[in-house]
């Protein structure tokens, strides 16, 4: 039953492939090739390339709640902000002396704030493995925790959404005040180096690309043999007839927590991957809006399949970075209408309009 | 408001799974001076039932005269206000929890089919399946051997073999009917509650469902509520009619029609 499932993601077989060719032929154009050779991708493209790349992750994680499970995620924007603060701590504890103060223990903005030491959740940041251990930690906790309170109380729908929005939307308020210990409305930036790489050279960038495309690669794995296993079945028929699955035996709160919880580490891993290769992490991250966003470009992609959710994350991406280039004014009102568009002719993403046209399943 | 009674502490150690129902010395399913009332209105009203191991059994009646509330105590759905329950000679259903109930071997098909749609008719059925129900165990399960042929043969039963890899949500009304006459099968009950089957059904699926429920029959007890005549008369030996809460009669289809209380129930109404 599996290698049937296996051989019939006919999409997913082809991004997976595209993400392993991207993984090689990037960096290597980016890296062997002169800057003169018409066969060199500027490390300015390999950025942008690698933030879609973690966007995608943070699209496919969202696939994941809102189009196997159900559950409308407006605030998937928190759990990629989380992952990518908890690295930012870490890139920041690695400047060292070598801020604007000087301060070998403190980051410039506890010292500008006459802090004289570390608060204790700033403890231990130094250490990667510690820092990338919170990466999976701190979202994943607060998925499980907000979502054991709302599963078990039977929020759902639009009220489970609107939560969702108000989680990300608190935590936004939080880290924008500067006592929190984050920055503030700064955030973290000025990140200088990573195990002692530095961020800004050619190497470093590439490396961070391939780490995405394999996280990318990675997840769509584990996520497929997901949603294809009995515990994906289930998933599928509880966002289709909950009491259903709950008169046949299966406890529907426990498997939607663990998705959420799961898919909510998904996200943290993105913003991680996500913040040395942007170089900053603020509040801004938390916004309501992003979370919105998200979640059209999943729609925009099609939802319930995965991949659609990597196409869309890539499309839509791509069209803002053309269009604020262009029009920066005009972007969201393009992106509101593209969602009213697809929601309205296109229910099943550009993915379903790609099958609709091939005529296939 | 009828006071709440928690039955589900009770019987706490046995092993639902396996329990075996004795029927060696009499009835499957006995049920003695069932009583049920709402706000006063007796929707059953010293009821008084015996279905043997193996018979099918048809349960017919006028609008309101207790039939689904009948299932609903059978099913510990409702909780009688007098009255006593045994499945097999050993098993006090009133003592039951609904789940334990249904874990004993008692299958309920409700009368609106509710499959998953966007699932294969066999993941349906796997889903359906006696098993672990834990999150982690439904990460790494496989079905066994053993569970693969008793799906083939439900769906074989259920007339689905050709429809095994297709979506449920493509499928017929009536197959869908069957489909979910399917998922309380791979449980293995040993009574299976039927209500209101064809209700809705073609011509052709009516006549299917009659041959797929006498099938059943046998291997285990099946109880029918139907309104359609006729397709009652096609599947029934015994036909038992329900009037305001109480046993009105009993019979084969013939001798029921032809008496007279029961004419003047259908007549009246
Ligand atoms: N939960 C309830 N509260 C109050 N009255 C109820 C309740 N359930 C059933 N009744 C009443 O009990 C009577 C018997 O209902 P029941 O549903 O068992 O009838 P039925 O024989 O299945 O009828 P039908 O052929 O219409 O399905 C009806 O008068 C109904 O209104
Ligand atoms: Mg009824």
């Known amino acids: 039953m599996l290698m049937r499932h296996l051989y019939n993601d006919v999409g997913g077989n082809i991004l997976l492939a595209l993400v392993l060719a991207s993984a090689l032929i990037v960096p290597t154009c980016n890296l062997l090739f002169p800057d003169d050779s018409i066969f060199h991708v500027s490390t300015y493209t390999v950025t942008v390339l690698g933030k879609y790349l973690c966007f995608a992750l943070l699209a496919l994680a969202l696939d994941l709640v809102w189009g196997y499970c159900g559950i409308l995620s407006l605030g998937h924007g928190a759990f990629f902000a989380l992952g990518g603060y908890a690295m930012g701590m870490y890139l920041m504890r690695q400047i060292g002396s070598r801020g604007v103060y000087g301060n070998v223990d403190l980051p410039d903005f506890m010292v500008f704030l006459n802090w004289s030491e570390l608060p204790w959740y700033w403890m231990g940041f130094d250490h990667f493995w510690l820092a990338m251990s919170m990466v999976l930690l701190v979202p994943g906790t607060l998925a499980y925790v907000f979502g054991w309170l709302a599963f078990r109380s039977r929020v759902t729908g639009v009220y489970l959404s609107i939560i969702t929005q108000a989680l990300t939307y608190a935590l936004m308020l939080a880290f924008f005040r500067n006592e929190m210990g984050f920055g503030g409305n700064n955030g973290l930036t000025d990140f200088k180096d990573i195990l002692g790489f530095d961020l800004l050279s050619d190497n470093t960038r590439a490396a961070l690309f391939v780490l995405s495309a394999s996280a990318l690669g990675g997840a769509y794995i584990g996520c497929r043999a997901i949603v294809n296993s009995r515990l994906g079945k289930v998933v599928i028929a509880l966002r289709d007839a909950e009491s259903r699955v709950r008169s046949i035996g299966y406890r529907v709160e426990s498997y939607k927590l663990w998705i959420f919880t799961f898919s909510a580490v998904l996200a943290g891993i993105a913003g991680a991957l996500y913040v040395p290769q942007v170089g900053i992490i603020n509040p801004g991250e938390f916004q309501p809006l992003n979370s919105i966003e998200y979640v059209i470009w999943v729609a925009v992609g099609g939802r319930g399949t995965l991949y659609g959710a990597v196409l869309g994350a890539v499309l839509v991406n791509y069209a803002k970075t053309s269009f604020t280039a262009i029009l920066p004014e005009v972007w969201l009102f393009a992106l509101g209408g593209l969602f009213v568009l697809v929601t309205l002719f296109l229910p099943r993403g550009v993915v379903g309009l790609i099958r609709r046209k091939g005529g296939g399943t | ?269």
């Open chain 2, 1 to 269: 408001m009828r006071p709440w009674r928690d039955r589900t502490g009770v019987f706490e150690t046995l092993d639902y799974d396996h329990v075996t129902i004795d029927t060696s010395h009499g009835p499957m399913l006995y049920m003695e001076d069932i009583t049920v009332s709402f706000d006063g209105f007796k929707a059953l009203n010293n009821l008084t039932l015996t279905i043997d191991d193996g018979e099918l059994r048809c349960i017919i009646g006028p609008n309101g005269a207790g039939k689904t509330t009948m299932m609903d105590v059978i099913t510990g759905k409702t909780r009688p206000d007098s009255g006593t329950v045994f499945l097999g000679q050993t098993l006090d259903l009133l003592k039951m929890s609904e789940t334990q109930i249904s874990r004993v071997g008692i299958g309920r098909k409700f009368q609106k089919p509710t499959v998953f749609e966007n699932l294969e008719v066999r993941e349906n059925l796997a889903l359906a399946m006696k098993g672990p129900r834990s999150v982690w165990r439904a990460l790494v399960i496989k079905l066994t051997g053993d569970q693969r042929d008793t799906i083939d043969d439900v769906l074989n039963t259920i007339g689905l073999t050709a429809q095994s890899l297709n979506l449920a949500g493509g499928l017929s009304h009536g197959q869908k009917q069957w489909l979910e006459i399917g998922m309380l099968l791979v449980q293995q009950p040993r009574l299976l509650l039927v209500d209101e089957p064809v209700a809705g059904m073609t011509h052709a699926e009516t006549e299917r469902t009659a041959e797929l429920l006498t099938q059943l029959a046998g291997e285990r007890s099946v109880v029918v509520i139907e309104h359609d005549m006729e397709f009652v008369r096609s599947i029934a030996r015994t036909v038992t009619v329900l009037h305001e809460g109480s046993v009105l009669a009993e019979g084969s289809m013939s001798e029921v029609q032809q008496n007279p209380r029961v004419v003047e129930v259908y007549l009246g109404d």
